[in-house]
C-alpha cells in the first residue's frame, strides 16, 4: 500500500505564511511528479502547483509569486510555502504523486486532504 499523508493546514490571517507537507510512504519503487491541488467550497479542485522529479515547477496563476513548491527525493515529501494568504486561498489541499510501486506500471495517489482557512 502507498500513503501521502499532509500536514501543517490550519487557521492563518490574511497576509500571513504557512507551510504544508505531504509525505508519500509505502512500497515505492519510484516517484515522478508531485503536487498540490485544492478544492474551495462549491468549486472544483484546481491545481496549485506540481513538480517534476528533477524540480521543474509549475504554478496556478493565482498562486504565483506567493507559493513556492519544492521536494526532498530523498524523503518522498513534497512542500508547499504559502506566503501573503488571502481569504480566498481558504480550501482543502490535496498531494498527489505519480508513482510506481514496482517498476511497470504507475499511477495517481492522492492525500487525503489538509484544511486551510484565511481568515481575521
Known amino acids: 500500500q502507498v500513503q501521502l499523508v499532509e500536514s501543517g493546514g490550519g487557521l492563518v490571517q490574511p497576509g500571513g505564511s504557512l507551510r504544508l507537507s505531504c509525505a508519500a510512504s509505502g512500497r515505492i519503487f519510484s516517484i515522478g511528479n508531485m503536487g498540490w491541488y485544492r478544492q474551495a467550497r462549491g468549486k472544483q479542485r484546481e491545481l496549485v502547483a506540481s513538480?517534476?522529479?528533477?524540480?521543474?515547477?509549475n504554478y496556478g496563476g493565482s498562486v504565483r509569486g506567493r507559493f513556492t513548491i519544492s521536494r526532498d527525493n530523498a524523503k518522498n515529501t513534497v512542500y508547499l510555502e504559502m506566503n501573503s494568504l488571502k481569504p480566498e486561498d481558504t480550501a482543502v489541499y490535496f498531494c498527489?504523486?505519480?508513482?510506481?510501486?514496482?517498476?511497470?506500471?504507475?499511477?495517481?495517489?492522492w492525500g487525503q486532504g489538509t484544511q486551510v482557512t484565511v481568515s481575521s
Open positions: 498527489t504523486a505519480y508513482l510506481s510501486r514496482t517498476g511497470d506500471t504507475w499511477g495517481h495517489y
Open positions: 513538480i517534476t522529479a528533477d524540480f521543474s515547477t
